[in-house]
């Protein structure tokens, strides 16, 4: 199961405040999310939310809405995952909506342990991979991508960190957008 945890696309994407205006951060977090869902395929898909707007467009895509109001992006993560764990669910990959170069989370599935993909600055965490049913707390933020290995090190799984150039390129700053275009 791919879950995605997606921010309300009015309020995504303040970072980019200075460079792009607000309809155009929506639309700009709308479609790269509609990306990372379409690349999930073959695994079923579930958008972990607070907005109706957004419960709307998961639906329209075909992904399970896993709606999570008032838990912040740590919270709806760790309910959302507990929730699939109890669907049935025995691993989950847990990947960001502003990933426009995403194509594909195979590469994810053939671990056992825990796999981390960071942001191409190796700070934050773009993708894990993560079995169900384990004390695994998310630290996303700050520093996420250390925070993140040191928690899985504490689960005592194995643990894998595997750079991919696709899904290490996330959108948060005008410089991230530069990158986009470059490439």
């Given at each position: ?91 989950v990959v847990v ?26 600055r190796e700070v ?14 998310f630290h996303y ?43």
């Amino acid at each position: 199961m791919l879950l995605v945890p997606v921010k309300a696309f009015r309020l995504a994407k303040s970072r980019l405040a200075d460079t792009v205006v607000p309809p155009g951060r929506a639309a700009l977090a709308r479609s790269m999310a509609t990306a990372v869902v379409a690349a999930a395929a073959p695994l079923p898909a579930a958008v972990v939310c607070d907005d109706d707007m957004v419960a709307r467009w998961a639906a329209s895509q075909g992904a399970r809405v896993i709606w999570k109001p008032r838990h912040g992006l740590n919270g709806a993560v760790t309910a959302a995952v507990a929730d699939l764990a109890d669907l049935g669910f025995d691993r989950v990959v847990v990947a960001h909506g502003d990933l426009p170069l995403a194509r594909s989370f195979d590469a994810l599935l053939d671990f056992d342990g825990i796999t981390i993909v960071p942001d191409r600055r190796e700070v934050g965490t773009n993708v894990m991979s993560i079995p169900t049913g384990t004390s695994f707390t998310f630290h996303y933020g700050t520093n996420s991508f250390a925070l993140h290995k040191q928690e899985a090190t504490r689960t005592g799984l194995a643990v894998r960190v595997l750079p991919d150039a696709h899904l290490a390129l996330d959108i948060d700053t005008p410089d991230d957008l530069e990158e986009l275009r470059r490439r």
